[in-house]
């Protein structure tokens, strides 16, 4: 096996949604993982958007490191062509070893398991328990109610800028992709054309 050149660990939704917007994104970032040498790290499931996310990074030559938990085996029916896939026995071992095997952390559009498990990347980030890029993919500005509402909370002192700074944001995955690839140090500055 070689080594991938780098590896992301990707949050998102395990169902569709209701735009083919959500699933292109999927698709985009898939692709540009697997064109670049890349592996994915995801949740393990083969429905919506983690299942199209995993599908796109395999067809186009990356690995894929699914973990899921015994408990949503059935219900998120997981993705058995994964180049690895781990089977867990609870939902704190899977992010962990999401966490253990990524360089680099992404959302896409989402519900309440996504939400969770990016504010927690995100959280361990500003107490220092690592130092990976955290990123957020606006697709087609599904999270910009959230992105106003943690504006309100700096607003509110309840939180500051620097904390918002440690999360990048954008809804081009061409350009989102390969600064979080750079930031965490995979890259330097000068190949960053060539991803």
């Not at 989402?110 to 498990?117: H, K, N, R, S």
């Not at 700096?154 to 061409?174: C, E, I, K, P, Y």
Request: hydrophobic content about 45%.
């Amino acid at each position: 096996m070689i080594d991938p050149a780098f590896s992301i660990c990707v949050y998102c939704g395990s169902r569709p949604g209701a735009s083919p917007v959500y699933a292109d994104a999927a698709r985009a970032v898939g692709r540009w993982i697997g064109r670049r040498g890349g592996q994915l790290v995801y949740g393990g499931g083969r429905n919506g958007l983690m299942g199209i996310v995993a599908d796109s990074t395999l067809q186009a030559g990356g690995r894929v490191v699914g973990v899921i938990p015994k408990a949503l085996v059935e219900k998120e029916w997981a993705h058995h062509g994964c180049s690895e896939l781990h089977v867990v026995d609870t939902m704190h071992e899977r992010k962990r070893l999401m966490a253990e095997h990524a360089d680099a952390f992404l959302a896409l559009p989402g519900g309440i398991g996504t939400f969770e498990e990016f504010f927690e990347v995100w959280t361990w980030r500003q107490l220092g328990y690592h130092d990976k890029p955290v990123g957020l993919l606006n697709v087609d500005g599904y999270y910009d109610g959230l992105l106003a509402f943690l504006r309100t909370s700096v607003q509110a002192q309840f939180m500051g800028d620097w904390q918002m700074d440690l999360m990048r944001v954008s809804a081009d995955v061409n350009a989102l992709m390969p600064e979080l690839v750079q930031s965490a140090g995979l890259v330097p500055e000068s190949r960053l054309d060539e991803i």
